[in-house]
């Protein structure tokens, strides 16, 4: 999750609010960014990387199962600079056979349609991005809820509305959890829309890209 919070007032937060069993955050620059990965003691958690764009673990649920890597992302959102998103996002592949969950504020959508109103998105961004997401061999792993998950928070025309939060996976991780759905929460005094992924929400099937409710 985005903070916006220094590392000391996140684990402040945590201890006193939250009350997670693990908590570690990396500092915000500025008045943006600033993430943070919480977990229970029921899951093991060990840290592969980070930096103040990303924070990547390795995850074991239960000893019975395969361990998987987690990456929480965080794009930069200036357009020059988005192509350094797809440079984090091949480097920190785990790689083949390595289940891989990779979620977050991309700060990038793939198509045009994923967006609203507002200034035309660079197709180049957009084509490096989906292109980057197939050569990582990732999935989008589609949502329920809202269409979009960040808004400038105008309204009427002045509205700007874009899918930038996103779930991804490589075709191990969803074989290890072939039952998944992501979903698209409401927001609450946020610009953004919170996302929540479930490992094994119905017996019939995994979610279908792209329902919108």
């Known amino acids: ?19 997670f069993t693990g908590c570690f955050p990396v500092n915000s620059v500025g008045k943006s960014g600033g993430l943070c ?29 395969q361990p998987w890597v987690f990456s929480g992302i965080y794009g930069w959102p200036d357009n020059s600079q988005k192509w350094k998103t797809c440079q984090l996002m091949r480097d920190i592949n785990p790689g083949i056979g390595k289940p891989w969950l990779c979620a977050g504020d991309f ?16 197709d180049n961004n957009m084509e490096e991005f989906r292109n980057t997401i197939n050569n990582c061999g990732l ?12 808004t400038n928070m105008q309204h009427g025309d002045n509205n700007i509305q874009e899918r930038l939060d ?47 409710e």
Do not use: C
């Open 139 to 150: 999935t989008d792993l589609g949502f329920s809820g809202p269409r979009f998950t960040w």
């Open 1 to 19: 999750m985005e903070t916006k919070l220094e590392a000391t007032n996140m684990e402040k937060l945590n201890r006193n609010k939250l009350g």
């Open 37 to 65: 990965l919480l977990w229970n003691s029921n899951v093991q958690v060990d840290l592969i990387s980070f930096s103040s764009h990303h924070i990547t673990s390795n995850i074991e649920l239960d000893q019975n199962q």
């Open 166 to 212: 996103r779930a991804l996976a490589n075709d191990v991780w969803i074989s290890q959890f072939p039952y998944y759905r992501v979903t698209h929460l409401l927001r609450v005094k946020s610009d953004h829309n919170p996302l929540t992924i479930e490992f094994d929400h119905h017996p019939l099937g995994p979610t279908k890209p792209m329902v919108d």
């Open 107 to 122: 700060n990038e959508i793939m198509w045009s349609v994923e967006k609203i109103r507002g200034r035309f998105r660079f």
